[in-house]
T-cell receptor
Framework: SQTIHQWPATLVQPVGSPLSLECTVEGTSNPNLYWYRQAAGRGLQLLFYSVGIGQISSEVPQNLSASRPQDRQFILSSKKLLLSDSGFYLC??????????FGPGTRLTVL | QKEVEQDPGPLSVPEGAIVSLNCTYSNSAFQYFMWYRQYSRKGPELLMYTYSSGNKEDGRFTAQVDKSSKYISLFIRDSQPSDSATYLCAMMKGGGSEKLVFGKGTKLTVNP
């Protein structure tokens, strides 16, 4: 069966510090991968998606970036965090069906 | 007008009640419809998915899609305290586009 992992689970970072969040998927090959942010009262916002290694599409211009160095690894990064980057970051994957499956999430607080 | 509208609630019901959760949408190109359940501080979990119009039943859960009215529903029968969560509707156009558009979620509390 497929599983998706995210780490860290929680993170508190000062404004201006860098960020690296990691997502890995097990039990499947060539998944589509997604990064979402969920802020209170704002719903789920798609940030990036990837259909293959090195292929990244950005949905929202901001100071975040994503990379996919391996087939089942997806990384969300920032060089300098802003207060507005606080939120719950979710990674998801999909296979040949249209359904997306989410990871446990990373709760980021920027102070 | 937002693409997907969902009443955020909160919705509070007694145990055993029938719960009705709804979303409306504006884009007639949506063909795939999903419901996710999200417990507090956890990732969303896929509950139900349907293609085009019609009903789908899975245990105590029934998903309905009315494309003519651009309206989808999730019914929970014999609700349990363990059903207390936020329910998110999501939809997608399909045809190679895999971007899900989510509602903001309805927070449900089932009281014992």
């Amino acid at each position: 069966s497929q599983t998706i992992h995210q780490w860290p689970a929680t993170l508190v970072q000062p404004v201006g510090s860098p960020l690296s969040l990691e997502c890995t998927v097990e039990g499947t090959s060539n998944p589509n991968l997604y990064w979402y942010r969920q802020a209170a009262g704002r719903g789920l916002q798609l940030l990036f998606y990837s259909v293959g290694i090195g292929q990244i599409s950005s949905e929202v211009p901001q100071n975040l970036s994503a990379s996919r160095p391996q087939d089942r690894q997806f990384i969300l990064s920032s060089k300098k965090l802003l207060l507005s980057d606080s939120g719950f970051y979710l990674c998801a994957w999909s296979g040949t069906s249209f359904t997306q499956f989410f990871g446990p999430g990373t709760r980021l607080t920027v102070l | 007008q937002k693409e997907v509208e969902q009443d955020p609630g909160p919705l509070s019901v007694p145990e055993g009640a029938i719960v009705s959760l709804n979303c409306t949408y504006s884009n007639s190109a949506f063909q795939y419809f999903m419901w996710y359940r999200q417990y507090s501080r956890k990732g969303p979990e896929l509950l139900m998915y349907t293609y085009s119009s019609g009903n789908k039943e899975d245990g105590r859960f029934t998903a309905q899609v009315d494309k003519s009215s651009k309206y989808i529903s999730l019914f929970i029968r014999d609700s349990q305290p363990s059903d207390s969560a936020t329910y998110l509707c999501a939809m997608m156009k399909g045809g190679g586009s895999e971007k899900l558009v989510f509602g903001k979620g309805t927070k449900l509390t089932v009281n014992p």
